[in-house]
């Protein structure tokens, strides 16, 4: 190791316990160790308001109880991250506060923030509703959501390519992350269909999906050239197919190591992070989903 984890920027995990919440902080144990980064395990706890009479103030007993639950909560998940990574550099943070909040703070210093895509306490929906949109919208670097259980051996790293600069973040994203983990990388972009006047001809049909399909080929591999040179030993495939975006990315999910996307985009993946297609990915994706926005990414 030529530079030390200390001189860079953390990758940040939330946690609270939960079995997907573990999952995400082993995962993000070896993304640390892969990238020579060192960890932050993060969790938080709020007050119970809810349920006490108007003006009564809650006994400090309640405040300590809950800051002591998530001081276990988080030595427990160092104790994870370093079982997985036995000489990563792991630190813990405790804080009160609204788990969003909170990680969006933490993003302004780290490389990469990690989350489960379900949780028991303050993280407790985080990566399923509003507060994921917001999140991968508003934080300040990449976000990744650990969803399955385990990751395919040799599996591909998959980006969603549409053309636009948000897309080119989210290509540079997925190089990188093919050549640390020596994985190949497979392309993919998805043209919506156009619905075909019944009188049309099946020549012109099939004409004109010739023409989308070799538009469509053509500026992947412009929006690939550059990074290929860049990355000479990423082996290299492309996906171009006339269906849903969300549908093309959740069925390569399937055979991948990971699943990178842009925040926002047009054509085949328009409205990514605050519309249908991310929530539908990040729903329904079997591997992991990093979401990354061109303005965070150096």
């Known amino acids: 190791m ?8 953390p990758i940040v995990v939330g946690t609270d316990g939960s079995e ?10 070896r993304e640390a160790v892969l990238r020579r980064r060192s960890l932050k395990v993060v ?6 308001i809810s349920g006490y009479p108007e003006g009564l103030i809650v006994s400090s007993d309640v405040h300590d ?16 991250a370093e079982e997985a990574a036995p000489r990563l550099d792991v630190s813990t943070v405790v804080t009160a506060g609204n788990a969003q909040q909170v990680l969006r703070e933490l993003s302004e210093d780290a490389e990469l923030v990690v989350l489960g895509s379900r949780g028991l306490g303050g993280f407790t929906g985080l990566l399923l509703g509003s ?3 917001g999140l991968a919208s508003h934080a300040a670097c990449p976000i990744t959501v650990v969803r399955r259980r385990r990751e395919p051996a040799g599996g591909p790293v998959v980006v969603g390519v549409d053309g636009t600069p948000v897309s080119e ?27 075909f006047d019944i009188a049309m001809s099946s020549a012109i049909a099939a004409e004109f999906w010739r023409s989308a399909n070799e538009n469509a080929q053509e500026l992947i591999s412009e929006r690939l050239a550059g990074w290929r040179e860049k990355y000479p030993d990423v082996v290299v495939t492309t996906e171009v197919r006339g269906t849903g975006p969300a549908e093309q990315l959740v069925r390569q999910s399937a055979q991948a190591q990971l699943v990178v996307v ?15 297609t991310s929530q539908a990915v990040l729903r329904h994706a079997d591997s992991p989903v990093t979401v ?4 965070v990414v150096t």
């Open 2 to 9: 030529t530079t030390s984890a200390s001189t860079h920027k």
């Open 20 to 29: 997907s919440a573990t999952r995400a902080v082993r995962w993000a144990a």
């Open 43 to 48: 969790n938080t706890y709020t007050w119970p």
């Open 65 to 80: 109880a809950l800051r002591s639950d998530a001081e276990k909560t988080v030595r427990d998940a160092k104790k994870v």
């Open 131 to 133: 507060t994921a949109v």
């Open 169 to 195: 973040a989210a290509i540079a994203f997925a190089f990188e992350e093919a050549a640390l983990r020596q994985a190949p990388l497979m392309a993919v972009h998805a043209w919506q269909e156009t619905a």
């Open 262 to 276: 842009g925040s926002r985009g047009r054509g085949g993946f328009a409205g990514l992070t605050l519309g249908s």
């Open 292 to 295: 990354v926005r061109a303005d």
